[in-house]
């Protein structure tokens, strides 16, 4: 395999001399051209809230399927909770591979508290959050967890801009108010689901939307695959403690086509593993919802000549609704 993910040691960033982050930098370009992610060392986040955050929206999990059904998730962006068959990731964008059955997880959706004091605009981008009385706990746990990995978003913004060698608050400036949004992933064992079709996945093949997402997986049996055009699917590492970070489409395009969105996919375990039940956090960054993304002209672009566009505008429409925001 020609792959190499490389570790981005946030520690080793920060006490860099100018010579040190150039070669970083060069590290870090060379694997998102390729790939688009690496894992994130050094990131702070503690392992006690981690292991926290993924005990308590397992708890909400276990919930009976009326239960969660008071948080259920009531139109095309909201947060809440997704039942088991609701989700197909692949069916936005992704022809390859895909075998049209729903993808074999649940999901619970939470989001930004933050306000524009638009009411229309609001409703639009920053969806109520649906905290379940049952585990009140998790609430606090979301809030704490989210706010660790929103500045970690800044703070590799900042990282990228410098790789890319333009002004340090480029994508900060335009990501004050962004959208994001927290999952966790449920993949319940194939002894709970019970019939499953042939090539039928936790998660199918797609790219993610926003500029980066942040990924605290279980390794199992059934787990992460990437893609890329040198070596196919393949298993990224997996390296206890750190973070996988991955580009979606919107840092793609933002890049004109310099950096690549990840290709991913998450198996379903094999028949000789039906009780592995895995619990993934995934934390999906955009930008400023009217922000006016305009791609990156050469040296910093990669010259593919992509369309300007509005960054909440484009997620709407990648996850079902249309809208423009003069109406």
Do not use: C
């Not at 993924?54 to 399927?65: E, I, V």
């Not at 605009?121 to 009385?133: G, Q």
């Amino acid at each position: 395999m020609t792959t190499r993910i490389p570790t981005l040691d946030l520690h080793d960033w920060r006490s860099a001399s100018a010579q040190r982050r150039t070669e970083i930098s060069a590290e870090l370009d060379a694997a998102l051209r390729q790939t688009g992610m690496f894992l994130l060392a050094g990131h702070d986040v503690p392992a006690e809230l981690t292991a926290r955050m993924r005990s308590t929206g397992h708890d909400f999990m276990r919930l009976t399927p009326g239960q969660k059904g008071a948080y259920g998730v009531r139109r095309p962006y909201d947060n809440g909770w997704r039942g088991l068959g609701a989700l197909q990731a692949s069916a936005v964008g992704e022809t390859s591979g895909v075998t049209g059955a729903p993808d074999l997880h649940e999901a619970f959706h939470t989001g930004p508290e933050h306000r524009s004091g638009d009411p229309k605009f609001d409703w639009l981008y920053y969806p109520d959050n649906k905290w379940p009385t049952e585990v009140p706990e998790l609430r606090e746990t979301t809030l704490e967890y989210t706010g660790r990995l929103n500045r970690l978003s800044l703070e590799l913004l900042e990282i990228f801009a410098v790789t890319l060698g333009i002004d340090k608050d480029f994508f900060t400036s335009r990501s004050q108010r962004a959208t994001w949004t927290q999952n966790v992933n449920w993949y319940p064992s194939l002894s709970m689901i019970g019939k499953v079709e042939d090539g039928q996945m936790r998660v199918g093949p797609h790219t993610d939307f926003g500029t980066l997402t942040l990924l605290d997986r279980q390794q199992g049996a059934g787990g992460l695959e990437a893609w890329n055009a040198e070596d196919g699917w393949f298993k990224p590492p997996f390296v206890p403690g750190t973070l996988v970070v991955n580009l979606g489409d919107m840092m793609l395009e933002w890049t004109d086509g310099r950096w690549r969105a990840l290709r991913h996919r998450v198996l379903a375990p094999p028949a000789s593993n039906p009780d592995e039940e895995l619990v993934s956090l995934v934390f999906f960054f955009e930008a400023d919802p009217d922000t006016e993304v305009q791609p990156l002209a050469a040296p910093a672009g990669g010259g593919a000549g992509m369309p300007a566009f509005i960054a909440g505008e484009q997620i709407l429409e990648k996850v079902g609704v249309s809208l423009t925001l003069a109406d």
